[in-house]
């Protein structure tokens, strides 16, 4: 299985602050790469596709980049709708396996 | 706009298996549009896939659940199912339908806690 790898775990911010959250493949996973923001009790929710691509609705403060075995993303300027748990996700091999999450807390 | 709902029962027994069912509204789970899948998630804890169905009923699962895993799809109902045999307490967990499109999840259930106990 590829090992996905999220750092920070936790990340403390403030609104208006620019985020990065790094995700780390074990092997490549070329541009095959997906990030799910989940908020408590809820299902995650997609954001972006194909390492770079925003899913239809999601603010433009989220972006993505990377390939191979690093990637990020990056919201631009934190809103308080941001502080929820983030996770990634390769689908270039069965089976698509997930980041650990990276839980981005209120400072 | 696609909407799932899981359904089934809440608390299994160890041993014995669990079943959940995916309703599918606003779209066709015959449309050949998206995989069907399954991805739980352990309280407090990450995400897992269990694996995926296409409209033919061709699967594809996870190893580490395959040996007890059964998804299948019934069209006429517009629903498709998970079966998880020979639970135990590490099978507790929310379990999530969703669709897949080029491996990626574009919608998902509310999610279903499932809880394996006596």
């Known amino acids: 299985d590829i090992q996905m790898t999220q750092s920070p775990s936790t990340l403390s911010a403030s609104v208006g602050d620019r985020v990065t959250i790094t995700c780390r493949a074990s092997?490549?996973?070329?541009?095959?790469l997906a990030w799910y923001q989940q908020k408590p009790g809820k299902a995650p929710k997609l954001l972006i596709y194909k390492t770079s691509g925003l899913e239809s609705g999601v603010p433009s403060r989220f972006s993505g980049s990377g390939s191979g075995t690093e990637f990020t993303l990056t919201i631009s300027s934190l809103q308080p709708d941001d502080f929820a748990t983030y996770y990634c996700q390769q689908s270039n091999s069965y089976p698509w396996t997930f980041g650990q999450g990276t839980k981005v807390e209120i400072k | 706009q696609v909407q799932l709902q899981e359904s089934g029962p809440g608390l299994v027994k160890p041993s014995q298996t669990l079943s959940l069912t995916c309703t599918v509204s606003g779209g066709s789970i015959s449309s050949g549009s998206y995989y069907w899948s399954w991805i739980r998630q352990p309280a407090g804890k990450g995400l897992e896939w269990i694996g995926r169905i296409y409209t033919s009923g061709s699967t594809n699962y996870n190893p580490s659940l395959k040996s007890r895993v059964t998804i299948s799809v019934d069209t006429s109902k517009n629903q498709f199912s998970l079966k998880l045999s020979s639970v135990t307490a590490a099978d507790t967990a929310v379990y999530y339908c969703?669709?897949?499109?080029?491996?990626?999840?574009?919608?998902w259930g509310q999610g279903t806690l499932v809880t394996v106990s006596s």
């Open positions: 969703a669709t897949e499109d080029s491996g990626t999840f574009d919608y």
């Open positions: 092997q490549s996973v070329v541009v095959w």
